[in-house]
């Protein structure tokens, strides 16, 4: 079955509180594996109750994190998976299955080094002030 069509156990993901529900990322002979993550904002429908949404994303295995907000959208949710495919897969279930009708999707590309000395923070490409 393609990726896109995959229900969230065919996607490798055990079942809710089966043994090796961890979350984390199964260790393998080369290293730990990449996660790959995004910060998703969404605004539920009209008709779409929020406890819908947080019901969805209890049995969701990509969804990390997630929080209400008060800003022109009604959450914003934290997920991961082992691959970009089933981490885009699971961005289009939260508007197909869990009543959402906009979710803006920011996909994390690497962390930013806060400990680092200030001229070390500044990236290559963002140019000098000077």
């Known amino acids: 079955m393609s990726p896109w069509r995959m229900t969230r156990w065919e996607r490798g993901d055990l079942p ?14 080369d290293g730990p594996r990449r996660r790959h993550e995004a910060l998703v904002s969404v605004r539920l429908g009209r008709s779409a109750p929020g406890s819908h949404l947080v019901e969805y994303l209890r049995h969701e295995p990509c ?5 209400w907000i008060a800003a022109d959208v009604d959450a914003v949710i934290r997920l991961a998976a082992d691959s970009v495919t089933v981490l885009h897969r699971a961005v289009a279930d939260l508007r197909l299955r869990a009543g959402v009708e906009v979710a803006e999707a920011n996909y994390i590309l690497r962390a930013l080094d806060l400990h ?15």
Do not use: F, K, L, Y
């Open 16 to 29: 809710p509180g089966t043994d090796g529900d961890s979350g984390e990322p199964a260790p393998s002979a």
């Open 63 to 67: 969804a990390v994190d997630a929080w």
């Open 116 to 130: 680092a000395p200030a001229d070390a923070r500044t990236p290559e490409w963002a140019g000098s002030a000077a």
